[in-house]
Structures are given as structure tokens and as C-alpha cells.
């Protein structure tokens, strides 16, 4: 699909006529890598640009870095330290170690406990994973706010010039070469000129403007995952709270709860389990419990209705647990995300797409640009349940430059849940250990690219890799 007919699909039968604009746009801004989106990806592929030496741009719609991790509240990476090994080096590691250090919590992750579901059959683990001896996996949960403290930290120490309150809206290319990304900030409307581009905004905005193609949803229907917002309560006594979860082990602490109050009509969302964890505040849970199928975060409409439902559900699910969970007969709702949960859009179609079963076998690439072992996770996009497809105890899949590189483009590059791969293989890549390999890699080469000035698909795989690895990124498992 291109952005033409997307926009054709959405607003052609709405349109009532056509405004022509003649627009005098100034051009304010010269650098070697635009990076444009400031999630996760955004942050590692600005930074690992900049120490490499080139003069970097960063753009943000919102007014802080961290995308979902901080203005989506999801704060939670997992498995950060796997069964055999440490996998994520590099920028995502030195995230993760100073985020620990400024309220980080890290602690014992059961796979049953990020999927409930897998509890309930028996010998999963072996089954699924292989032979774990009697390892264990962790996780690090964070707090957004110091993330967003922390990331303005790391790209002003690396030299990246961030603008915050700017939001890409048109790129302009030609031949294959992108020229111009275009943005309205508050402000008014600008554009930037760069050597190379970097596509960070999770939907590709930018790939997809400058003429890029890409993929949307499952092969079969084109559904995408489910959007899920996070949302905070407060005024609960968190120890009763927790442990009135934790005698609930077996069932994930909510499971008959939320099918009695499906049943008796408390509650409205497709959903049978929760995700409910303490928070940074004394008296605050955090829960991954709303779901909207059904929606493309790419369209206005769609996005306003779900805005609209995950708040009732967030509303719907505090009453239920002040009425029902030992511990919140006083929880009031403190917030809901102020970035929608969505989880899948475009995939910027790239020289090489991941496919199905990449993650899952293992596969390696000649120009892997960093190694992943986290499993495939689909949230059901037409309602209820998961499937995961897990990736081998002691095995590791890669991921390739190829798949960073937009088709055909000599100078545009993505990262995090844009890149190019097929809906399942986006499932696994969407998350943060991938998102944090991804924006190295493409931030990393787009800084090589800069300064050789040769077209993305003809980039030396070895002086990037050996880049890579001169920046910390584990390679391969010797390098640990
Ligand atoms: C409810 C939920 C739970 C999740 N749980 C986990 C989990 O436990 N573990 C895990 O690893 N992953 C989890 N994920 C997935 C993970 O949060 C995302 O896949 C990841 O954040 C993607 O990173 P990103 O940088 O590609 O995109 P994002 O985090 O979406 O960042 C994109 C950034 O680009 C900006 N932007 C967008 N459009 C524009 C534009 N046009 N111009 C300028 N800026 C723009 C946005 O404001 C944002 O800052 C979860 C996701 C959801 C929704």
C-alpha cells in the first residue's frame, strides 16, 4: 500500500471538496541524520548517530523522549536478562542500567506471569522453551518520569539537538533520494534537510510520506493487535492488593473475577486476564487491562473511538476491583496513558522482509545488526487470548540491516515497530529489547552512511558491524 490511496480510503468518501494551499514553508535545519520520533528507537538510533560522530536532529510530536515507555506508562522490559545470557548490549543496556539506579526495580520474571494462559498447561516450559537448567528470566520495571529525565540527559551528552512539539506531516523525495521531512510545530510548518533519514515514529509517518511502501495487519483479514492503554490507580492498600493476586497465582489473580463480571455485565472489554503490578507510588497499581480490536492507529476516526472506550474500560475495571479486591475499596483512577497503547501499524516495506518464522527458528543473517530471544506475542486482534510462538532456551534470532532499509530508497532507514517484517514477525519485534537493537543499527548506519555518502543498500556490513560492536552491541555470544 502507499500513503496516497491510504489517505484515498480514509477521507474519499468523506471529502465534500478541495482545498488547494499554496504554502511557503522555510527551511530551518541542515544535519546529517533526521531522526523523526523519539520512542525508544528514536532515543538509541539519535544517540548511537551522534557518538558516532554526525550532527543529529531529533523530532517529537509530544514534549518529552520515551514514546510508549514513558507517555504510554508502559514501563516494563522483559526478559531483560535471559535464561543463559545478558542479549541486549549496547545503548539498551546503558538505558536499563541507569534507569536502575534512578528507581529502576528488577526482579524474577516467570514467563506465566507476563502470559497467564501458559499456566494453565502443563509442562510449558519445557515444552515451549526447551531445556532452561533451572535458569531463570528477568525483568526491569522503570519509572517513566525518570525515563523522560534520563533520555533528555543522554542526547543532550551525546550532542543530539532534540525539537520537541514538532510533528512530521510530509517528506519530500526524489528518485529514491529523500530530500525534505516537513513538519508543523507550534510554530507553524517547517522542513528540514538531512543526508539520511531515520524513521522512528512507529507508524513510518515520515517512509510512508516520502513514498515508501508498506504492509498493514495479517496477511489474511489485515487486522493488527489490539490497542491497550495503560492506566494508573491510587488510594490502594498495595500489600492486601497483591496478595490477594498472589492467592490467586494459578488463575493470574483476576481471571474468574473478570468472567463473572463479563457475565453479569459489569464489564465491557474483550479480555479474560490483566496484567496488575505495583507502581513507583506507595499506595498505586498499574494495570495492562483495557483492549480495543479492531482499530488502525493510523486513522483519526478509528483512534478517537478508542481513546474514547479504553477510558470507560479503565473506569469500568477501578469500580469492579473497588467492589471486588481486598485492598481498593478506596482506588480512584489516577491517570490513563496519555499516549494510546497501539501496537502494530505500518510496516515499512524494506530490502528484506522478517518473516513468520525467523524468530521463532532462530535465524541468523550475514548483516545482522543485534541478536533477540524474545518470543513472538500476538494479542489476539479479533478479541480475546494470545498466542506466542517462543524462541528456544539458549537459542537467539537476528535481525538484519536489510530489514531497516526502506525498498528501494537510497537514504531512508527505520527502527522499532516500523521496520519491515510480516505481522507475526512484527509481534516480537514491536518489543524493547528488539526496538533498542533496531534503533542502534539504524542509527549507527545512518551515521556511516552520512559520512561515505553511498546508498543505504550498498552500506559496508562489516565497518557497520564493527561499529556496532566498538558501541557495545552483542553481536554474537562472545562478546558478552
Ligand atoms: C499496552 C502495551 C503493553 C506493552 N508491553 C510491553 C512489554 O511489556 N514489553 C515490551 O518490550 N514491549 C511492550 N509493548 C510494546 C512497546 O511498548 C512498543 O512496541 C515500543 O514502545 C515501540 O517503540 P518505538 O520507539 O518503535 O515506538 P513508540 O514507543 O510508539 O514511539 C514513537 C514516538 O514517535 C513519536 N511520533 C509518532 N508520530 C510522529 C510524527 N508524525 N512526528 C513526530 N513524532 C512522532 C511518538 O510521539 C513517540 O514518541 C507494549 C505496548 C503496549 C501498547
Known amino acids: 500500500m502507499t500513503y496516497t490511496q491510504e489517505v484515498q480510503k480514509l477521507f474519499g468518501a468523506r471529502t465534500l471538496e478541495r482545498l488547494h494551499e499554496e ?15 523519539g520512542g525508544f528507537a528514536g532515543i538509541t538510533a539519535a544517540v548511537s548517530a551522534a557518538r558516532c560522530g554526525a550532527r543529529v536532529v531529533l523530532l517529537e510530536r509530544s514534549g518529552s523522549l520515551g514514546g510508549l515507555a514513558s507517555l504510554g506508562m508502559v514501563n516494563y522490559v522483559t526478559p531483560y536478562r535471559d535464561w543463559f545470557e545478558q ?71 551525546s550532542g543530539v539537538e532534540v525539537l520537541y512539539h514538532t ?3 510530509e517528506a519530500r523525495s526524489e528518485g529514491g533520494r529523500v530530500t525534505l521531512a516537513v513538519a508543523e510545530t507550534k510554530s ?15 507508524d513510518g509517518d515520515l517512509a510512508a510520506r516520502a513514498g515508501a511502501g ?10 493488527m493487535l489490539p490497542v491497550t492503554s495503560m492506566f494508573r490507580i491510587r488510594g490502594v492498600d498495595v500489600a492486601r492488593a497483591m496478595g490477594y493476586q498472589r492467592e490467586r497465582r494459578e488463575q493470574y489473580g483476576y481471571a474468574d473475577l473478570l468472567k463473572a463480571a463479563k ?3 459489569e464489564l465491557d472489554i474483550p479480555h479474560s486476564y490483566i496484567l496488575v503490578r505495583p507502581t513507583v507510588y506507595q499506595d498505586g497499581l498499574e494495570v495492562n487491562g483495557t483492549r480495543v480490536a479492531g482499530i488502525d492507529g493510523t486513522d483519526v476516526f478509528d483512534l478517537t473511538k478508542a481513546e474514547i472506550l479504553v477510558r470507560r474500560q479503565a473506569q469500568q475495571l477501578v469500580e469492579l476491583f473497588r467492589r471486588r479486591v481486598p485492598g481498593c475499596e478506596g482506588a480512584y483512577l489516577a491517570e490513563v496513558a496519555p499516549l494510546i497503547g497501539v501496537r502494530e501499524t505500518r510496516r515499512i516495506v524494506g530490502e528484506y522482509i522478517i518473516g513468520d518464522r525467523d524468530l521463532p527458528s532462530g535465524a541468523k543473517f550475514p548483516d545482522s ?51 519491515s517484517a510480516t505481522s507475526v514477525a512484527q509481534s516480537g519485534l514491536r518489543l524493547y529489547l528488539n526496538v533498542f537493537v533496531s534503533g542502534q543499527g539504524a542509527g549507527t548506519a545512518a ?7 553511498c546508498p543505504a543498500a550498498k552500506l559496508d556490513v562489516s565497518l557497520l558491524q564493527s561499529t556496532l560492536v566498538k558501541h557495545g552491541v552483542k553481536l554474537c555470544p562472545d562478546n558478552n
Do not use: M
Request: net charge negative; charged share 25%; hydrophobic share 35%.
Open 263 to 265: 457475565a453479569g455485565g
Open 23 to 37: 504554502l511557503d514553508t522555510p527551511v530551518i535545519g541542515a544535519c546529517d541524520v533526521l531522526v523523526c520520533g
Open 214 to 223: 508498506f504492509l498493514k495487519g495479517r496477511e489474511q483479514d489485515g487486522k
Open 87 to 157: 542479549v541486549v548490549g549496547g545503548i539498551g543496556a546503558e538505558i536499563i542500567e541507569r534507569l536502575k539506579e534512578t528507581g529502576g526495580l528488577e526482579g524474577e520474571y516467570d514467563v506465566t506471569e507476563e502470559h497467564p494462559w501458559l499456566a494453565e498447561r502443563l509442562g510449558w516450559k519445557e515444552e515451549l522453551f526447551g531445556k532452561t537448567g533451572g535458569r531463570t528470566r528477568r525483568g526491569v520495571q522503570f519509572d517513566s518520569e525518570q525515563l523522560k529525565i534520563l533520555a533528555d540527559e543522554l542526547t543532550a551528552q
Open 167 to 169: 510533528q512530521i506531516v
Open 188 to 202: 507553524g510548518r517547517v522542513a528540514f534537510r538531512a543526508k539520511v533519514f531515520v524513521d522512528c515514529t512507529g
Open 369 to 419: 545488526v543485534g541478536r533477540g530471544t524474545i518470543h513472538v506475542d500476538i494479542h489476539n486482534p479479533s478479541g480475546d487470548g494470545y498466542d506466542i510462538r517462543p524462541v528456544r532456551a539458549g537459542d537467539w534470532y537476528e535481525i538484519p540491516y536489510r530489514s531497516l532499509v526502506a525498498k528501494g530508497f537510497f537514504n531512508l532507514l527505520t527502527a522499532g515497530r516500523c521496520i
Open 447 to 453: 551515521a556511516l552512511l552520512a559520512r561515505e555518502g
